[in-house]
């Protein structure tokens, strides 16, 4: 035998010298839960470990994550049910919470990377990622109000504007809005290529924001295509995004690394709270072990392609490193 791989692998030293993709705290972005009130610390019971936070605390946990070395955040809020319209108009009020509590933030912590989420679901009394009528989700109308809400927040002042409703056309014009208002510096990370999965569980438990009716297959993709997400992943580049996400991650790295092979524009995975309510549950039963599979999962969507990761596992992935 001229030819032993396991010679590479002999040793701690070896093995780290050439090892191909690395994973490091810098690479995850934390999605976090607000709620509106005080003193508000609220497990959401299908992912342990994860909060509905009022803004008092959240301040403190963002210092302890920052504290951690995690400095980049996606902020998603659960909004009250008798604040929902078929418009979402409370997305852009000025009172809204969420604004409130991004503009905080960022004069809490100026130095870290605040994402927020642009979609009319946590918003609507239909549930949906846009305006409903006559049991169909409407493209043209919805637009508008994405990009009303988009401003809202540039103004509020986040990094990054995360369109998440997968309506066509949704980031030129959330660009050319941005654009108008003099917000030239506010990126744009679209989720590209997100799918009809069954995977946002658990996150729509936490939101409150599962739709009322129907299901979000005429706007999300068919989870059984790849040759698509070259399509939306054309659109958005030509559209002025600055990042391309594709979501989830976990049950879709082909197309995470179609994406990276095809695109030279950042490319980013969401690892959803479904595939990380999995790990959660495993590990609670035993069957797996949550310091060993939790970092192995984050890396195969780093080996697959992804530049950074949004993900529930931050916090904790982070700790890991410092034990
Ligand atoms: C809503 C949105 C969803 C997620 C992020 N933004 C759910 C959905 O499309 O129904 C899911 C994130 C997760 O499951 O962790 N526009």
Not at 40 to 54: F, H, L, Q, T
Not at 143 to 156: D, Y
């Amino acid at each position: 035998m001229f030819s032993r791989p396991r010679r590479n692998r002999k040793s701690a030293a070896i093995r780290n010298m050439i090892q191909e993709t690395h994973l490091g705290v810098e690479h995850l972005i934390y999605p976090l839960f607000l709620v509106d009130g005080k003193n508000i610390k609220d497990e959401v019971a299908s992912m342990p470990g994860n909060y509905r936070w009022s803004l008092d605390l959240l301040l403190k946990e963002i210092e302890e994550c920052v504290n951690l070395g995690v400095v980049s955040f996606d902020l998603f809020p659960a909004v009250d049910e008798a604040l929902k319209d078929k418009k979402a108009s409370y997305s852009y009020a000025d009172e809204n919470f969420y604004l409130h509590a991004i503009r905080k933030i960022k004069e809490t912590f100026p130095e870290i990377m605040l994402m927020s989420d642009v979609a009319m679901d946590p918003y609507s009394s239909d549930g949906h990622d846009g305006v409903v009528r006559d049991g169909k989700i409407l493209n043209d109308v919805t637009l508008p109000i994405l990009s009303r809400m988009a401003l809202a927040q540039a103004q509020a002042g986040v990094d990054i504007i995360g369109p998440s409703d997968m309506m066509d056309g949704r980031v030129a014009e959330i660009r050319q809005t941005l654009d108008e208002n003099n917000f030239e510096d506010v990126s744009i990370m679209s989720y590209t290529a997100k799918y009809a999965s069954a995977f946002y569980g658990p996150f729509r438990d936490a939101l409150d924001s599962a739709p009322k009716s129907g299901d979000k297959k005429t706007y999300q993709m068919n989870p059984a295509n790849k040759r698509e997400a070259l399509i939306e992943a054309d659109l958005d580049q030509a559209e002025g995004a600055d990042m391309l996400m594709v979501k989830p991650a976990l049950a879709y790295l082909d197309v995470i690394h179609l994406l990276n092979e095809n695109y030279d524009l950042p490319i980013t995975a969401y690892n959803v709270s479904g595939e990380c309510a999995m790990l959660y549950a495993a590990a609670q039963n035993g069957w797996l072990d949550y310091n060993q599979a939790m970092p192995e999962m984050l890396l195969s969507m780093r080996r697959a392609g992804a530049s950074a990761i949004l993900t529930y596992f931050a916090k904790d992935f982070a700790k890991l490193l410092k034990a």
